[in-house]
């Protein structure tokens, strides 16, 4: 599961990749989470934009009112969940995020580490989104990944991303074929834990 990322700059990073960015600030987001408006990149017929929609899905289709909405998509079962597999079919979207927060379970506590890609470079995380909400796909973790953890955010490389937005394609059988980028992690301050804390401390190494 992937409930909190970081994300700066998203408008002069994805300035090569998008035609246009709609109400999307250049701001420094270091504890993004669920219930907030992230930035996404979307397709349509004249390129590409990159624009907020809220990270949480409520399907159409429930008439529960305290619904919890669905932050993270399994790809592995992405073709098979009633509240999915549209979504993988017709809105697909691109999460962009410099790196993502995950916990580790210990005896006594669960700390928490920061994951980046190894190069340093962007990330571009798998989604879909339904009206003006997304949610990340998630998969099993890599093998040094699932030291932390055992799930991980779908992450497309750059050259990838006009592909997985091509609704021609197999959105699923193309997230599982293609290659991953290498990521690295490090422990952080278990002030990331509370949501309202929003600082470059929240990715500072420790130990």
Same mark, same amino acid.
């Given at each position: !599961?992937?409930?909190?990322?970081v994300i700066t700059n998203?408008?002069?990073?994805?300035?090569?990749? #998008?035609?246009?960015?709609?109400?999307?600030?250049?701001?420094?987001?270091?504890?993004?989470? =669920?219930?907030?408006?992230?930035?996404?990149? /979307?397709?349509?017929?004249?390129?590409?934009?990159? %624009?907020?929609?809220?990270?949480?899905? #409520?399907?159409?289709?429930?008439?529960?009112?305290?619904?919890?909405?669905?932050?993270?998509?399994?790809? %592995?079962?992405?073709?098979?969940?009633?509240?999915?597999?549209?979504?993988?079919?017709?809105?697909?979207?691109? #999460?962009?995020?410099?790196?993502?927060?995950?916990?580790?379970?210990?005896?006594?506590?669960?700390?928490?580490?920061?994951?980046?890609?190894? &190069?340093?470079? !962007? !990330?571009?995380? @798998?989604?879909?989104? %339904?009206?003006?909400?997304?949610?990340?796909?998630? %998969?099993? @973790?890599?093998?040094?990944?699932?030291?932390?953890?055992?799930?991980?955010?779908?992450?497309?490389?750059?050259?990838?991303?006009?592909?997985?937005?091509?609704?021609?394609?197999?959105?699923?059988?193309?997230?599982? $074929?293609?290659?991953?980028?290498?990521? $690295?992690?490090?422990?952080?301050? /278990? &002030? #990331?834990?509370? =949501?309202?804390?929003?600082?470059?401390?929240?990715? /500072?190494?420790?130990?």
């Amino acid at each position: !599961m992937c409930g909190r990322f970081v994300i700066t700059n998203p408008v002069a990073k994805t300035k090569s990749i #998008v035609k246009k960015a709609i109400k999307v600030e250049d701001i420094e987001n270091y504890n993004a989470h =669920p219930a907030q408006n992230l930035p996404v990149i /979307k397709k349509y017929s004249n390129g590409n934009t990159l %624009e907020l929609l809220k990270w949480g899905i #409520v399907p159409s289709w429930s008439k529960k009112k305290e619904f919890k909405p669905l932050i993270n998509a399994r790809l %592995e079962t992405i073709d098979e969940k009633k509240s999915f597999k549209k979504n993988i079919k017709l809105h697909r979207c691109v #999460v962009v995020a410099d790196g993502f927060y995950e916990w580790r379970r210990d005896i006594k506590e669960k700390k928490p580490f920061y994951f980046l890609r190894d &190069d340093k470079k !962007m !990330m571009f995380i @798998a989604g879909i989104f %339904e009206n003006s909400q997304f949610c990340l796909i998630t %998969e099993e @973790a890599s093998e040094n990944v699932n030291e932390i953890h055992h799930r991980q955010p779908v992450i497309l490389n750059e050259k990838n991303i006009n592909d997985y937005l091509n609704l021609q394609i197999d959105g699923s059988n193309f997230l599982k $074929e293609a290659n991953k980028p290498k990521l $690295e992690f490090y422990e952080i301050s /278990k &002030d #990331v834990n509370n =949501p309202t804390n929003n600082n470059i401390s929240l990715i /500072k190494k420790i130990n």
